[in-house]
């Protein structure tokens, strides 16, 4: 990973590579982050990463990049990934199969995460 710091913020440009057919299918560019934001990177981490890869960038035949114009917030409004947090989500974009509910994230949970992936998708040209 690498990233830049200009004055005192992370702005910085990655790509992540795990092999095993499990490399990121992104490259991001990183914002700096609200503290608020910074608490949502927590929480994705802990509950999303697994699948959808490091920094919402996905996994190469894991689970799909939530940094990408499929999931700008005109087409992907926050609601459906209320909807795919609480409910889980059948496959319709990607060919990784449907997403499991996951009960464990609570909704103040989701909200910080949301707001994570929209700091990201913005820094990324994803309005």
Do not use: K
Not at 29 to 54: F, K, R
Not at 69 to 79: F, K
Request: net charge negative; proline share 6%.
């Amino acid at each position: 990973m690498i990233l830049l710091v200009v004055g005192g913020g992370v702005i910085g440009s990655y790509f992540l590579s795990e092999g095993g057919g499990q490399s990121a299918m992104v490259e991001l560019d990183i914002p700096p982050l609200t503290e608020s934001e910074q608490e949502g990177a927590v929480l994705y981490a802990q509950n999303c990463a697994s699948c959808h890869g490091e920094d919402g960038a996905g996994r190469d035949g894991v689970g799909p990049p939530l940094v990408h114009v499929i999931y700008e917030p005109s087409h992907h409004p926050d609601g459906a990934f209320y909807a795919a947090v609480q409910l889980g989500v059948r496959a319709h974009h990607w060919d990784y199969g449907d997403m499991p509910r996951q009960s464990h994230v609570t909704e103040p949970e989701i909200t910080q995460i949301i707001a994570y992936i929209r700091a990201l998708q913005r820094a990324n040209g994803i309005d």
